[in-house]
């Protein structure tokens, strides 16, 4: 199935349209075989929800075609585009004397961003320098910290339930999926801004997206449904019905080497991180607001 004119991608990275690869689609977890993750003593082959679907392997680089179809133009805003880039040497420089790279787990990540304080103030200093001409509403606020394991297909999980201190080997990951909440619908989900993902690991992680607004998804559904099926879709299971329905629409996945970014609207796509293939400790460091460029 050839991909639509709808997310577009504005592309600063270095390695330019080389970073980006496609797939044939996607399929059920449970036909598909699981990576197994083997960090530091833990073993084991992470799970998924019941629901979940997942991404093809078969990558490959984009046609000419393809990627005129993403090709950004100057309708270009927060919610329909993908913004790809890296981050200015003054901030990797104050990265670099945070050595987080070095961190094994969790919990020496977060031990080495509270050892120094004044180059965590200057971190934000300059952070709020690269953000602030990139908000629309001069609005950002920090969201998190993210560490992850490495090898992991996807890593995105549903932790709210979990025991502090839980163990990695019990998350139950979500699959591709929106970050849609009860905040919002399929039809407002554009409404709610944007993400910048950072990475700060030493290894490259994936950024995978489907290139479609979340209403087009909705409005493909109702195409292929039946009319009393179609009325059980909403914002929470739009991805397994659409995935079980479009199981060959692409997937794209973006190389994120290290201090190189994306912004996305993740509410108003299905999405995932990766770190397949990965040694070392994924780290990322996330703002919410309303950015594009």
Same mark, same amino acid.
């Given at each position: 199935?050839?991909?639509?004119?709808?997310?577009?991608?504005?592309?600063?990275?270095?390695?330019?349209?080389?970073?980006?690869?496609?797939?044939?689609?996607?399929?059920?977890?449970?036909?598909?075989?699981?990576?197994?993750?083997? $960090?530091? =003593?833990?073993?084991?082959?992470?799970?998924? +929800?019941?629901?979940?679907?997942?991404?093809?392997?078969?990558?490959?680089?984009?046609?000419?075609?393809?990627?005129?179809?993403?090709?950004?133009?100057?309708?270009?805003?927060?919610?329909?585009?993908?913004?790809?880039?890296?981050?200015?040497?003054?901030?990797?420089?104050?990265?670099?004397?945070?050595?987080?790279?070095?961190?094994?787990?969790?919990?020496?990540?977060?031990?080495?961003?509270?050892?120094?304080?004044?180059?965590?103030?200057?971190?934000?200093?300059?952070?709020?320098?690269?953000?602030?001409?990139?908000?629309?509403?001069?609005?950002?606020?920090?969201?998190?910290?993210?560490?992850?394991?490495?090898?992991?297909?996807?890593?995105?999980?549903?932790?709210?339930?979990?025991?502090?201190?839980?163990?990695?080997?019990?998350?139950?990951?979500?699959?591709?999926?929106?970050?849609?909440?009860?905040?919002?619908?399929?039809?407002?989900?554009?409404?709610?801004?944007?993400? +910048?993902?950072?990475?700060?690991?030493?290894?490259?992680? $994936?950024?995978?997206?489907?290139? /479609?607004? /979340?209403?087009?998804?909705?409005?493909?559904?109702?195409?292929?449904?039946?009319?009393?099926?179609?009325?059980?879709?909403? +914002?929470?299971?739009?991805?397994?019905?659409?995935?079980?329905?479009?199981?060959?629409?692409?997937?794209?996945?973006?190389?994120?080497?290290?201090?190189?970014? $994306?912004?996305?609207?993740?509410?108003?796509?299905?999405?995932? =991180?990766?770190?397949?293939?990965?040694?070392?400790?994924?780290?990322?460091?996330? $703002?919410? =607001?309303?950015?594009?460029?």
């Amino acid at each position: 199935m050839e991909i639509k004119r709808q997310l577009m991608v504005h592309n600063m990275l270095p390695e330019g349209s080389d970073a980006l690869t496609i797939n044939s689609g996607t399929t059920h977890h449970s036909k598909q075989k699981t990576a197994t993750v083997n $960090y530091k =003593g833990v073993k084991f082959t992470p799970e998924f +929800i019941p629901q979940a679907y997942v991404n093809k392997k078969d990558w490959r680089q984009l046609t000419a075609k393809e990627l005129a179809c993403l090709a950004p133009n100057e309708d270009r805003n927060d919610f329909n585009t993908i913004y790809l880039g890296e981050i200015p040497e003054a901030l990797q420089a104050c990265f670099e004397t945070l050595h987080l790279v070095e961190s094994t787990n969790r919990d020496e990540v977060f031990d080495r961003l509270e050892k120094d304080p004044p180059a965590i103030q200057k971190a934000t200093e300059l952070l709020n320098e690269f953000l602030l001409p990139k908000s629309n509403s001069k609005k950002f606020n920090f969201h998190c910290i993210g560490v992850n394991h490495p090898n992991l297909e996807l890593v995105a999980s549903n932790t709210t339930m979990l025991a502090v201190g839980h163990k990695e080997s019990v998350r139950k990951l979500l699959g591709l999926h929106n970050d849609g909440t009860q905040l919002m619908t399929i039809k407002t989900a554009h409404e709610f801004g944007n993400r +910048i993902s950072i990475n700060l690991g030493k290894d490259p992680r $994936y950024f995978l997206f489907v290139n /479609l607004h /979340l209403m087009e998804a909705y409005k493909m559904l109702q195409e292929r449904m039946s009319a009393d099926e179609f009325m059980a879709v909403n +914002i929470t299971n739009i991805p397994a019905y659409f995935f079980s329905h479009f199981p060959d629409y692409p997937v794209l996945k973006v190389q994120q080497k290290q201090y190189q970014y $994306y912004i996305a609207a993740t509410d108003n796509c299905f999405h995932d =991180g990766s770190t397949l293939g990965n040694k070392n400790l994924d780290i990322t460091m996330v $703002y919410f =607001g309303s950015f594009q460029y």
